[in-house]
């Protein structure tokens, strides 16, 4: 039986025959990278590269964008002067994935390139149509890249989920911190976030 193709737009400016059900073509990081400083690639796109995939990834709503900026409020007065907060930019894990997550806090310092997995002290995801993917795909992606402590902000359930605790590639640890809680970065702990503050 021949197989099904279907004509689709990747973004604006790329248009491509796709075969259903097969992946014709991953790209690497440096790829990636390259399409975006060509302007094949819009930086104002929500996409991120997943395993050699560009993925769109889900139209941000208000109560999603009302919790980013209160996460940003809180990281940013907590944070010690070593570290920094990155929010919505890209992180390059590997050669074959470079999410962007809503959180990154990372070492304090100049980079001249992407920050690596190595530099991540701690992952933030907030999530609301995008909860399960963040819990699986995502989960599983950040624990194979060495990911030593990821959150994700449930904006449905007004919860935050601690992953942490890496043992052959795998969370060991979980938390889970709701209204009334705190919860406390382990690898960054002056950070220390009270739940009902990002969902007021």
């Keep these: 039986m021949a197989a099904e193709t279907a004509h689709v737009t990747v973004s604006p400016r790329i248009e491509a025959h796709v075969v259903v059900g097969r992946v014709l073509r991953r790209f690497t990081a440096d790829e990636y990278e390259r399409m975006g400083e060509l302007g094949i690639l819009d930086e104002d796109?929500?996409?991120?590269?997943v395993d050699g995939k560009i993925i769109t990834m889900a139209a941000v709503n208000v109560q999603h964008a009302n919790c980013v900026g209160r996460l940003n409020k809180l990281l940013n007065r907590l944070a010690p002067e070593?570290?920094?907060i990155r929010v919505q930019d890209p992180v390059r894990l590997n050669d074959n994935c470079?999410?962007?997550p809503d959180f990154l806090v990372i070492p304090g310092r100049e980079y001249t390139t992407l920050p690596r997995a190595a530099d991540v002290l701690l992952l933030i995801e907030v999530?609301?149509?995008?909860?399960a993917y963040n819990r699986g795909e995502k989960l599983r992606m950040y624990a194979a890249a060495g990911i030593a402590e990821y959150w994700v902000a449930d904006v449905n359930g007004q919860t935050v989920e601690r992953f942490a605790e890496l043992r052959d590639g795998v969370y060991k640890r979980y938390d889970l911190a709701q209204r009334g809680?705190?919860?406390a970065s382990l690898a960054v702990p002056e950070i220390i976030v009270s739940?009902?503050?990002?969902?007021?």
């Design 45 to 49: 796109e929500r996409i991120e590269l």
């Design 82 to 84: 070593h570290v920094a």
């Design 98 to 100: 470079m999410p962007q």
């Design 127 to 131: 999530s609301d149509s995008s909860l």
């Design 181 to 183: 809680d705190t919860l």
């Design 195 to 200: 739940v009902a503050g990002i969902w007021k």
